[in-house]
């Protein structure tokens, strides 16, 4: 491997690493938030507790997973040198909006509502936590209008240098890029991500506390039935968001949609696959078990109307860029990387929503605790939405591939030129064992806190968590 593929390998690691803690921090967030308001409209002492418990362990995750997100912002001075002189007008501009605002708030008032139990009014403390939500998912919006532009460049302009050829890019329209098309639909499907992986957290914990018949049933019964109710909330949107990011990603990047269906040939109307298999290059089918016309309704809302296929885009493009690239440059992403992440992301997806819909049954006739057999699998589902998650992100980066910004730079022209292999895997080695040491310790710090459930002594606030991270760390 050179130093491009393990630059794009240790960018791959960390935004894997990072991405794990991400949705947790998203919809944890917002569930807290709602059950300390319930605590302040009840004054039901549970929903409290509820507040404080759930409270400790997206401390937990936060924490971490702003230390692994400050890594990533490194490497595009160190990896990608030639990337953040492209179109670092326009990608710096978010990413600094999202540090001097978005985790500014987030990070102030996560303080003010760790040290503010009891000296604060309630109103005002219960403001708190809903500004940490709110801060914590406007930070992941202007992540996302970033990324955005990497899949859909819009309110820029080219600079031609002397040579003719493309320098750089600048930001023309600063509205433009904020209402990128892309994130219009990018950003409430995370969002939605975030709410059902919050969900899935607390109903397995909640699940595991119920089937040992702890003296908390009260606790975990009424933490399952909000956590089923938001989940499916949040799954449903998933569903109905990613479907509309399908759709728009079939206008924007047909090469990312073709791949996922391993469609190698255009087809009008096209046919969805339950089963593709291509030849070792990749680039025709040698098997395929498909369902006609269903990839069209998908597509369209119609049972007809063209998708076009991997090799067909591969000469639109190789005829479209032969000037910058050559008559010979390949246009392809890794196939079947694609192509399966997609069907792990849809088949997690599609057992949460199983899961859920069985779960709101129950709850609507009260049973959700008196069915041991369910129980039992809620706490195996807490990995569903990280398999979809990470899945959706393998899908949606690698899929853009050859291009870091679609359409204007590739990713091998975006590699730090001075930056030798001996370098890059070195720092891959020591990126990938801290951030696996960081793993062990929130594993281990979530299952510590999870185990032990909540208490009834007021001195075990959420701040009792933020020490005992440090002291791991």
Excluded: C
């Amino acid at each position: 491997m050179d130093a491009l593929d393990l630059a794009r390998l240790q960018f791959a690691v960390t935004t894997v690493y990072h991405f794990f803690f991400v949705p947790l921090t998203l919809g944890l967030s917002i569930l807290v938030a709602i059950m300390q308001t319930l605590w302040y409209r009840t004054n039901n002492p549970v929903y409290k507790q509820m507040a404080k418990f759930w409270g400790k362990l997206f401390i937990i995750n936060f924490a971490l997973g702003v230390v692994t997100g400050l890594v990533q912002e490194f490497q595009f001075g160190m990896n990608w040198s030639e990337y953040s002189r492209f179109m670092g007008d326009i990608f710096g501009a978010p990413l600094a909006i999202e540090a001097l605002l978005a985790f500014y708030l987030e990070s102030t008032f996560i303080g003010v509502w760790v040290f503010g139990w009891d000296r604060l009014p309630k109103g005002v403390h219960l403001a708190s936590i809903w500004l940490v939500a709110l801060g914590s998912n406007i930070s992941a919006l202007w992540i996302l209008i970033a990324n955005s532009f990497m899949q859909q460049p819009v309110g820029y302009r080219e600079v031609v240098g002397a040579d003719g050829v493309l320098a750089k890019v600048e930001m023309d329209n600063f509205l433009d890029v904020v209402t990128n098309p892309n994130v219009l639909v990018q950003f409430p499907h995370v969002l939605a991500a975030g709410v059902a992986t919050a969900a899935f957290f607390v109903l397995g914990i909640s699940a595991w506390h119920l089937l040992r018949q702890t003296n908390d049933r009260d606790f975990f019964a009424r933490s399952a039935r909000i956590a089923t109710v938001y989940g499916l909330v949040g799954i449903v949107l998933v569903i109905i968001v990613g479907h509309s990011q399908a759709q728009h990603m079939v206008e924007t990047q047909p090469m990312k949609m073709a791949a996922a269906e391993g469609l190698f040939e255009s087809e009008d109307p096209a046919s969805f696959s339950l089963l593709t298999i291509g030849d070792w290059e990749q680039r025709e089918e040698v098997f395929s078990i498909r369902i006609p016309k269903l990839l069209s309704l998908l597509s369209y809302n119609r049972l007809e109307g063209e998708v076009q296929g991997i090799n067909n885009l591969q000469d639109q493009y190789a005829a479209q860029y032969a000037d910058r690239y050559g008559e010979d440059a390949d246009y392809r992403p890794p196939v079947a990387v694609i192509y399966w992440s997609f069907r792990a992301m849809v088949g997690a997806g599609s057992l949460m929503l199983l899961l859920a819909v069985v779960g709101l049954y129950l709850v609507l006739r009260d049973e959700l605790t008196r069915v041991p057999r369910f129980l039992k699998l809620l706490p195996f589902a807490i990995a569903l939405p990280y398999i979809a998650n990470t899945a959706g992100w393998i899908m949606t980066e690698m899929g853009r591939q050859p291009w870091i910004v679609f359409g204007l730079q590739r990713t091998e022209e975006a590699v730090s030129p001075n930056v030798s292999t001996a370098m890059v895997a070195f720092s891959l080695v020591a990126f990938s064992v801290v951030y696996g040491v960081l793993m062990v310790a929130d594993a281990y710090l979530l299952a510590k806190f999870a185990r032990r459930g909540p208490r009834d002594d007021e001195s075990d606030a959420p701040g009792e968590s933020v020490s005992a991270l440090a002291a791991a760390k």
